[in-house]
T-cell receptor
């Protein structure tokens, strides 16, 4: 089955630790995105990538880092510099950035303890 | 920051009533997409509008794109309990970033 997979579904982290969220897609999509969703709020763009080895900052990139070494993978690292990391993180991909339907993963709920 | 606003933020309706959510951008959009997120789920694509003044229908859902390509609306006729969820618009600007609106949470009472 084609799709986009995020792991883990739930993640707990101690304050001050870095953590990496996985996002893998087998849809052969060029564009991939990371969004953050806080309770009762919309989706805010963290980073996005149009092609392999290239990515751009979104609206709330501070405290986050990404890599795009492979077309199918776009991992997100939440660093200790992120002041309020507890949130629901959604990864998405689309064939052409912004021009075609975006497919979302199931999300990772990160809690800092 | 967030440049695509949606109103209302919440809407509670009785089953059978109509519902409308409005999406407004401060700048012209290349196109606009609409998504639905069920409680506890992830956003699912509904439709994309590209042309100025475009209107598209999907059964009880009607989507419109404004003439100036700065606003859009989603209207649901005769809501059902299965319509419950949060509806997001997502706009594309010249930078090709897919920016989501603030969302409208719809609750339908039977």
């Amino acid at each position: 089955d084609g799709g986009i997979t995020q792991s883990p579904k739930y993640l707990f982290r101690k304050e001050g630790q870095n953590v990496t969220l996985s996002c893998e897609q087998n849809l052969n999509h060029d564009a991939m995105y990371w969004y953050r969703q806080d309770p009762g709020q919309g989706l805010r763009l963290i980073y996005y990538s149009q092609i392999v080895n290239d990515f751009q900052k979104g609206d709330i990139a501070e405290g986050y880092s990404v890599s795009r070494e492979k077309k199918e993978s776009f991992p997100l690292t939440v660093t200790s510099a992120q002041k309020n990391p507890t949130a629901f993180y959604l990864c998405a991909s689309s064939m052409v950035q912004g021009r075609t339907e975006a497919f979302f993963g199931q999300g990772t709920r990160l809690t800092v303890v | 920051g967030q440049q695509v606003m949606q109103i209302p933020q919440y809407q509670h309706v009785q089953e059978g009533e109509d519902f409308t959510t409005y999406c407004n951008s401060s700048t012209t959009l290349s196109n606009i997409q609409w998504y639905k997120q069920r409680p506890g789920g992830h956003p699912v694509f509904l439709i994309q509008l590209v042309k100025s003044g475009e209107v598209k229908k999907q059964k009880r859902l009607t989507f419109q794109f404004g003439e100036a390509k700065k606003n859009s609306s989603l209207h649901i006729t005769a809501t059902q309990t299965t319509d419950v969820g949060t509806y997001f618009c997502a706009g594309i600007k010249n930078t090709d970033k897919l920016i989501f609106g603030t969302g409208t949470r719809l609750q339908v009472f039977p």
